[in-house]
């Protein structure tokens, strides 16, 4: 009887115990069609790999760990294939026809004498392989014609920590930092391995540790220990480890009277400090830098360029791998200056400017990570110098972790947008991956949404955003469509109509957050906290630090005017651009109120006037809130049930969020339009100063 009750509660305890999402994407459940997995089974008898190296090794244990799960067996691991056939042969080349059209981390799938082979010139190229080969398994794809050849569009594919020493993670909504400092070197969380694979697999292959509001600490000997422990765990994985400095660090650590980046001493100090780190760290990645923005020290501080700055870094980092990667995002505090130009003007005069180890960071848009936002103006427009794409994946702006918005159809609006620089197709995928001017030193990166939560991302669906980013980073011609179907049938269900239903459900999230929170070229309707609505703020010792700024509501009408009679950011665009942009007839509702200040009885083209239209997406979008709950509804016999409830609840947040951002907005600027809400919709059941209050008790918090 005890025996039997026992094996009850071993059957029993997967089922109560639910998914808590911490595998990821890597889950390898068997696969459930038994002839399927006959058939997988059949062409993997062994895994044969020539040769041997830590990330070898690790190609050879995570394919060993991947097929035992899918195929429900252990699938023995050879040195040679010998004559033997029917396995998988995993080889590194340094040359040869097999190789000569991959670039070094890329990798060739073929079935060639009975074998699978992965190819590649690097092991990193084989890991990637390995990967790419249990993703066919995991998606239930045949193997019979499977001939692969994948290369990586962009060089570095990197996660931006923004994580401090103190364990906090500024715009981090999943818990705390996953990065133990206080424990480390000595104690190594099993977690950085996990985190590893979970990058390697959708090929990240850097990962910037610290904020780019850089502590000083990081930099010091001691702390570089801690850095170095971390580098040994993520090596095998083919990751590469960065730092974010601080400008300061030589006043701050060596004690000196100036961090002027011409100073003899100054430099001197920063060329001890990467030896120093190369002597820890041999294969350390580089420096990500933030300078003269937001407070945070730089060049300019010394009357001195971006240029200096970052070509004093070059030359510490000369004889050594590493690259200086240079942010782009800074702003001023003039109240005669609009934002959005503000990176182009001080940027764009330095192309050409930079030294042969800096690549530019660019953030996609030019204000900041906003919902929906024209891209940058900067691409295209600094053909000599390697500029890099900052895309954020924590939802700073996005509703933390309790809104679901699918981020690649907005990574994907902004890489696949013409920036025209040298004729039609000039797309800023293309300046991001080189192509358009002729470099090599490519970038992708960005600002994680990871955390120490048991399930990596706080809402579970979020973690859709860090696969996705991956899957960009390496290949941007991938569909938002493509990369949803992926991971949903590898992280959640392989049941047809649920994968239907839920990537429907993704792919609608974006436009559904902007509808209620920022639609047709709205922004920044916030101020301190970046998530509850204040259209109505106008204090701070910044006017761009006000929303009002961002809106400029008035009696005559909405939006900020930057054509030519206004601000004329529109300028900072190739002219084709402009064209798509200048007129208020023509200009693309979504983007309208980017770029005119538009009355509010004005026609458009959907048949409203300005105040309806944007009505109907302020009402449409908290509506369709219902739509997510009840296709998430209809999804839950195909779903583990303890994240069908997670998820569940935060819909039902979510829901209630939107009414409140919905109603901030419409009541706040019916006061400047002066006009009812059009049927029908109901008018809101609280009053703007209802609203108010209830945003100043969340800022309590
Ligand atoms: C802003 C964030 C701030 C970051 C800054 C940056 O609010 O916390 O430090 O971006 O990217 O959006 O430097």
Known sequence: MKRLLFLYLLLLAPLAKGDDGYQLWLKYDRISNASLRTSYTRSMQFIATEGSSPILNTATDELRQGLKGLLGQSIPSVKASGNRTGGILLRVTPMGADVKDLTPEGYRIVKRQDNLQIISQTDAGVLYGVFALLRQLQMNRPLDSLAVVSRPKVKFRMLNHWDNPNATIERGYAGESMWKWYELPETISPRYRDYARANASIGINGTVLNNVNASPRLLTGEYLKKVAALADVLRPYGIKVYLSVNFAAPKILGGLKTSDPLDPQVRQWWFNKVKEIYQTIPDFGGFLVKANSEGEPGPQDYDRTHADGANMLDEAMKTYPGVVIWRAFVYKADPNADRFKAAFEEFVPFDGKFGSKVIVQVKNGPIDFQPREPFSPIFGRMPRTPLGMEFQLTQEYLGFATHLVY???????????????????????????????????????????????????????????????????????????????????????????????????????????????????????????????????????????????????????????????????????????????????????????????????????????????????????????????????????????????????????????????????????????????????????????????????????
């Open 407 to 701: 981020e690649a159809p907005l990574f994907k609006e902004c890489l696949d947008a013409d920036t025209y620089v040298s004729g039609k197709g000039s797309t800023v995928a293309k300046v991001i991956d080189g192509s358009l001017h002729g470099y090599e030193r490519t970038l992708m990166a960005g600002v994680a949404n990871t955390g120490s939560d048991r399930n990596w991302t706080g809402h579970p669906l979020a973690q859709a955003n860090w696969y996705a980013f991956g899957r960009l980073a390496w290949d941007h011609s991938l569909t938002s469509e493509q990369i949803a179907e992926e991971w949903i049938r590898m992280s959640l269900t392989r049941e047809p109509k649920a994968v239907r239903r839920i990537r429907h459900m993704l792919l609608r999230s974006r436009d559904i957050y902007v509808n209620y929170n920022a639609p047709m070229g709205l922004s920044r309707p916030w101020a301190g906290v970046h998530f509850a609505p204040e259209p109505w703020q106008n204090k701070s010792p910044r006017p761009d630090w006000t929303a009002v700024y961002y809106h400029r509501a008035d009696s005559i009408g909405l939006g900020f005017n930057r054509t030519a009679t206004g601000s004329n950011a529109l300028s900072q665009y190739h002219p084709e651009v402009q064209k798509g942009w200048a007129d208020a007839e023509t200009c693309p509702l979504p983007y309208l109120l980017w770029f005119h200040h538009v009355p509010w009885d004005k026609p458009l083209s959907s048949g409203r006037n300005l105040w309806d239209e944007l009505c109907t997406h302020f009402y449409t979008g908290a509506d369709s809130v219902q739509w997510l709950q009840r296709e998430w509804a209809q999804v839950k016999p195909a779903v583990d049930p303890v994240l069908h409830a997670d998820v569940a609840g935060r819909l039902r947040t979510q829901y209630e969020e939107a009414i409140w951002w919905r109603d901030a907005w419409v009541l706040y600027l019916q006061e400047y339009a002066q006009r009812p809400i059009p049927a029908p919709f109901q008018k809101p059941k609280r009053t703007l100063v209802d609203v108010k209050e209830s945003v100043n008790v969340y800022l309590l918090r």
